[in-house]
């Protein structure tokens, strides 16, 4: 049953993922080609940087599933947006809130997902589940975000790691305190999703120094 439910979460992480990835990608005009590979590097690097950080071959290589998956939904946004062909999309609010939305459910489906994967492989030292659940949630995110010439959400927007970080460390202790894990996932996924949406809506980001007359470039 476990097995099934995490299976699915997996799907709805890759798909939400896949969307933020192909999205990003199509508002920094790369062809079709790129706007797969984005989005599957989006959906499916957090894992690939969690196994190998495990020593273990990653799982987008011996079970491809989760790589068709992303393809196949980022394929489907690029003929979307191919044949609206309105570049004003990537300023309206709708635009916004699915990119953070689909981000949103990404981190928090991949953090119990992280946790899940590290713990089945017999580690249960506590700073590399929660590292390893943070990872896998981050990962794809980051790379994204590098390989468009970006600076990572981690480093400077919307308290973007924080959500992760706080979920997978709930999600640890509550099952070394035993706590039912049908209750223990939809707490945590709620949280994640939750405060990534409100620092989202109320532009809410860790304090860092504001040097006078200094432009922003970002």
Do not use: Q
Not at 19 to 25: K, L, N, P
Not at 177 to 188: E, M, R, S, Y
Request: charged letters at 15%; a positive charge; one cysteine or more.
């Amino acid at each position: 049953m476990l097995d099934t439910v995490l299976m699915i979460l997996e799907i709805i992480g890759t798909v939400a993922f896949a969307v933020s990835g192909s999205m990003t990608a199509m508002k920094r005009r790369l062809d079709v080609l790129g706007t797969i590979i984005l989005g599957v590097i989006t959906a499916c690097g957090g894992g690939m940087l969690r196994d190998i950080i495990l020593n273990k071959i990653p799982s987008l290589f011996t079970s491809p599933l989760y790589v068709i998956i992303a393809a196949i939904t980022s394929l489907l946004m690029f003929i979307i947006f191919y044949i609206i062909k309105d570049s004003s999309i990537f300023v309206k609010k709708w635009y916004k809130d699915l990119l953070n939305i689909t981000d949103a459910i990404g981190l928090g489906v991949f953090v119990i997902v992280g946790a899940n994967v590290t713990l089945a492989l017999g580690h249960s030292n506590a700073f590399l589940v929660i590292f390893m659940s943070v990872i896998t949630a981050i990962g794809g995110g980051m790379i994204r975000d590098i390989s468009v010439g970006k600076i990572p959400n981690i480093f400077c927007k919307h308290i973007y790691a924080v959500p992760t970080i706080i979920g997978a460390t709930i999600y640890y202790y509550m099952l070394r305190l035993d706590a039912h894990i049908g209750a223990v996932i939809p707490l945590v996924l709620v949280l994640i999703i939750t405060i990534r949406l409100l620092a989202y809506k109320f532009e809410l980001s860790l304090p860092r120094v504001s040097f006078k007359n200094l432009e922003n470039k970002e």
